[in-house]
């Protein structure tokens, strides 16, 4: 992923210039703590709310990155690999399934005898879940691969793995920790691969938010969403959507914590979207029409909660922060959730929180992309 294009920045605030600096260092040590991250953007005085503005002076590589052209089918592994008009129009197939699911019509059933390889790397609850029953609603057969099964790279090279199960199945869906694992299963694998969720991106949670996002406001386009925690996956696969489908997006983290620089590039040269990457939670939230949050510590990252908790003060989601957002925002969360530390059991149970509609609609919208991967 990694980028090539020389770009230089200017900062603007509201108060006299400070200094942004674009650093490459993998590994920081804090504490006592070796904490490997992506490259990120360091800004000085978070207090003060600012805009990060870059010209790109030559071009980023593709993010098409299956390493051969396949015939037919197309992987799903980072949103921008499609246009608005094809993103638009997954989402919209997502709403004319789940209506009919939701009407209990079973007659539905694209997916009658196919069968989906899932490979877990990374456990996880909601992701196996809506894959599994969405994909035997419209009548296919999954099969769940957990971590001892497989040991993707350990007891079996990943390009063996995906050659294999190429041969039994007509889809593969994985959830693994290291991005390349996804892009070399896609790269070896003749059937549609599904990034079910890496540590660099998270594309089938952020096409849910989508879908979630137009059933309760309308529309997508225009919006302000506003994330505040850790810039982490599902922060990049956000700008990897506003590189996209136009709409105003800010990422809120403690400094040191805002999303891989390159992703952040990338977004902004796309020219789409209206971007920020701020320090200020208080001042992002001001006229959001949705404010998202996720956990400070992610799978992998467990031994660094506590530190985390100490970094992230300030950046809870609770009463006082939704307040200021305004009362017509929303409050979204991928979950699993926390609560009482990146965001209070009150704005989790609010009347204006769609935590839960959201997590629904990981199945419809899974089910949209296996659709059309498959040619549907």
Same mark, same amino acid.
């Given at each position: 992923?990694?980028?090539?294009?020389?770009?230089s920045c200017h900062l603007s605030s509201t108060s006299s210039p400070d200094s942004?600096?674009?650093s490459s260092a993998s590994s920081l040590s804090r504490s006592g703590h070796t904490?490997?991250?992506?490259?990120?953007?360091?800004?000085?005085?978070?207090?003060?709310?600012?805009?990060?503005?870059?010209?790109?002076?030559?071009?980023?590589?593709?993010?098409?990155?299956?390493?051969?052209?396949?015939?037919?089918?197309?992987?799903?592994?980072?949103?921008?690999?499609?246009?608005?008009?094809?993103?638009?129009?997954?989402? /919209?197939?997502?709403?004319?399934?789940?209506?009919?699911?939701?009407?209990?019509?079973?007659?539905?059933?694209?997916?009658?005898?196919?069968?989906?390889?899932?490979?877990?790397?990374?456990?996880?609850?909601?992701?196996?879940?809506?894959?599994?029953?969405?994909?035997?609603?419209?009548?296919?057969?999954?099969?769940?691969?957990?971590?001892? /099964?497989?040991?993707?790279?350990?007891?079996?090279?990943?390009?063996?793995?995906?050659?294999?199960?190429?041969?039994?199945?007509?889809?593969?869906?994985?959830?693994?920790?290291?991005?390349?694992?996804?892009?070399?299963?896609? &790269?070896?694998?003749?059937?549609?691969?599904?990034?079910?969720?890496?540590?660099?991106?998270?594309?089938?949670?952020?096409?849910? /938010?989508?879908?979630?996002?137009?059933?309760?406001?309308?529309?997508?386009?225009?919006?302000?969403?506003?994330?505040?925690?850790?810039?982490?996956?599902?922060?990049?696969?956000?700008?990897?959507?506003?590189?996209?489908?136009?709409?105003?997006?800010?990422?809120?983290?403690?400094?040191?914590?805002?999303?891989?620089?390159?992703?952040?590039?990338?977004?902004?040269?796309?020219?789409?979207? &209206?971007?920020?990457?701020?320090?200020?939670?208080?001042?992002?939230?001001?006229?959001?029409?949705?404010?998202?949050?996720?956990?400070?510590?992610?799978?992998?990252?467990?031994?660094?909660?506590?530190?985390?908790?100490?970094?992230?003060?300030?950046?809870?989601?609770?009463?006082?922060?939704?307040?200021?957002?305004?009362?017509?925002?929303?409050?979204?969360h991928c979950l699993p959730a926390e609560r009482g530390v990146e965001v209070t059991?009150?704005?989790?149970?609010?009347?204006?929180?769609?935590?839960?509609?959201?997590?629904?609609?990981?199945?419809?919208?899974?089910?949209?992309?296996?659709?059309?991967?498959?040619?549907?």
């Amino acid at each position: 992923m990694a980028a090539t294009a020389a770009i230089s920045c200017h900062l603007s605030s509201t108060s006299s210039p400070d200094s942004v600096s674009l650093s490459s260092a993998s590994s920081l040590s804090r504490s006592g703590h070796t904490i490997r991250r992506f490259p990120s953007v360091f800004i000085s005085s978070p207090a003060i709310r600012r805009r990060i503005s870059c010209q790109t002076v030559s071009s980023a590589p593709s993010s098409s990155v299956n390493g051969k052209a396949k015939a037919g089918p197309k992987d799903f592994l980072h949103i921008d690999d499609f246009d608005k008009d094809t993103i638009l129009s997954i989402l /919209d197939r997502a709403k004319e399934v789940k209506a009919q699911i939701k009407s209990g019509d079973r007659t539905y059933l694209p997916f009658k005898g196919k069968t989906m390889a899932m490979i877990f790397a990374k456990p996880s609850m909601r992701t196996r879940v809506s894959f599994e029953t969405g994909f035997h609603l419209l009548g296919g057969h999954a099969i769940y691969l957990g971590p001892d /099964d497989i040991q993707m790279g350990k007891r079996e090279e990943t390009r063996d793995i995906a050659r294999v199960l190429s041969r039994y199945n007509d889809i593969i869906m994985a959830r693994v920790f290291a991005h390349q694992d996804i892009l070399d299963l896609a &790269k070896y694998a003749s059937i549609p691969v599904i990034n079910g969720l890496t540590d660099y991106n998270h594309p089938c949670q952020i096409m849910a /938010d989508a879908l979630t996002i137009i059933e309760h406001t309308g529309q997508l386009e225009g919006k302000k969403v506003v994330y505040v925690g850790d810039g982490n996956n599902i922060v990049h696969s956000w700008l990897l959507l506003a590189s996209v489908v136009p709409f105003h997006f800010v990422c809120a983290s403690p400094r040191g914590y805002e999303p891989d620089v390159r992703t952040i590039k990338r977004a902004l040269k796309a020219g789409v979207s &209206k971007i920020e990457i701020t320090n200020d939670p208080k001042e992002a939230v001001r006229g959001a029409d949705v404010v998202y949050s996720d956990v400070w510590a992610s799978m992998g990252q467990k031994e660094e909660a506590e530190y985390r908790r100490q970094v992230f003060l300030g950046f809870q989601v609770n009463e006082e922060l939704m307040e200021l957002a305004g009362p017509k925002a929303y409050f979204m969360h991928c979950l699993p959730a926390e609560r009482g530390v990146e965001v209070t059991n009150g704005v989790v149970e609010a009347p204006n929180s769609i935590v839960f509609p959201q997590a629904e609609n990981r199945m419809h919208a899974q089910n949209a992309i296996m659709l059309h991967v498959l040619g549907l």
